[in-house]
């Protein structure tokens, strides 16, 4: 049951002071003076007014905050950098178990491995990993949480070399739907481990996830070049030939979008088509340099800011131009190619939109993504060539709704070559675009943890795993 008033009205004060006491960390209602700022999420399309935000200092306060929405029949939205697309670290009503304020690390760079709890962003874990010259695959958009990206797959700068970031989680402790805490690993829990890497929130609060690091940069060869909108037909097609022969240190990807008025671009190009090639080499400079010169003559370009410089740099380039608090709607789609037709029918759909932020991004996959076996993990597409992410963005909701449904068009658009969804560039939640992202046998397997650990659907604010028994 979701309450819509203030917890206060339905559960009483006692209840709430007696909750209060047992937390480590900080209970916030709606009438505290920080409420607002803890139920904001990163897309204000979902600007919702929860009963309750327990934000968690430690394991203790998850366990007690499940226990205590379980024991109040209160829904529960499970929270770290609070990215989620489609705005499920938020509820009316419900209770958001707020992992933010869990923000240790332990690198060890002897055995290249780190320790992280569930409240850390990419900005915060590169830091600390970057000091010993060790990273993991990581968000593109660097106030992206750790955990909720790290449960859905992972797509970022390093998946071609080092896999999804999914694939370099070790174990990871979760607090499941009875309140109960296990660690998840090949040898303990395996079932549910599996399912943790690619199949999201679905199983359990995760407190602690252990990850292999691998050597990159500090400093490493990346950057955007930006090609006029009348040059995109030979840069895309150019790129897409070049993708074929890529090393695996190298991970790019092509953006068709609208050019922002930012002052590395010429006047005259804002508000204009332009298509991006971006990429980052995470092997030597000196090899980069040679890898991305194809890349930087498909056409004249714009501006060509490829060049060497810091890892953290690069993972935090794009941050200025995806800030909170706008409007936004994405929807993904994975192809396994990419035809003339498909890019021409993507240049017509970018045509065909009126967001100024709209922005059709193809991530190149393969290499050490594509030689984990497809049973290994929950996200099983790993014959993926091309993710696609569809993104309209708008300042306020004034026209926001056309813009999403000029996303969902672009989806449909796709339908000849999609083979499936990605459920962290979902905006929509529906059992059919759960199933879509999975394999029929995954998602059969999928449903057998989640009867395992969640069997009356405790955690649903997600892409839902629905137990058999519908929960
Ligand atoms: C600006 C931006 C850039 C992005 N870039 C990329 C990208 O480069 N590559 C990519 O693959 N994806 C990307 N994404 C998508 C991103 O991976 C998902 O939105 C992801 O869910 C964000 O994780 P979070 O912890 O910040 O989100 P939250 O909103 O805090 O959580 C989202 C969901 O994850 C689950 N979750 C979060 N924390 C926990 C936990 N401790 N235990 C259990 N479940 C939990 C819950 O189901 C929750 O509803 C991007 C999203 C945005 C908004």
Known sequence: MAITAD?????????LGELE???RGQLVRPSDPDYDQARAVWNAAHARRPALVIRCAGTA????????????GLQMAIRGGAHSIAGFSTSDGGVVIDTSPMKGIRVDPVSRRAVAQPGLTWSEFDHETQAFGLAVTGGLVSSTGIAGFTLGGGLGWLLRRHGLTCDNLLSADVVTA??????ASEHEHADLFWALRGG??????????EYRLHPVGPVVFAGPVFYPGAAAVEVLRGWRDLTATMPDEFTTLANILVAPPVPFLPEAAHGQPVVGIIG???GSVEDGTKAAQPLRTLAEPLADLMGPMPYTGMQSLLDPLWTAGAQNYFTGALLDRLTDETLDT??????AGHALVRELHLHHCGGAMARVPTGATAFAHRDTAFVLNIIARSPDPAGFDAHAEWARATHRAMDPWSTGGY?????????????????????????AVKDRYDPTNQFHLNQNIRPSDGG
Do not use: C, W
């Open 280 to 282: 980052v080499y995470s």
């Open 178 to 183: 009875d309140g109960q805490l296990v660690t």
């Open 21 to 23: 006491g047992t937390l």
């Open 423 to 447: 459920v962290n560039f979902t905006s929509e939640p529906g059992a059919d675009k759960v199933q879509a992202s999975y394999p029929p046998d995954t998602y059969a397997r999928l449903v």
């Open 7 to 15: 917890a206060r009205e339905v559960i009483g004060e006692a209840t």
């Open 61 to 72: 306060d998850v366990v007690r905050a499940v226990e205590f929405a379980r024991s109040e």
């Open 200 to 209: 999201g929130g679905n199983f359990g609060v995760v407190t602690s996830l």
């Open 346 to 351: 993507l240049l017509a759909q970018h045509a």
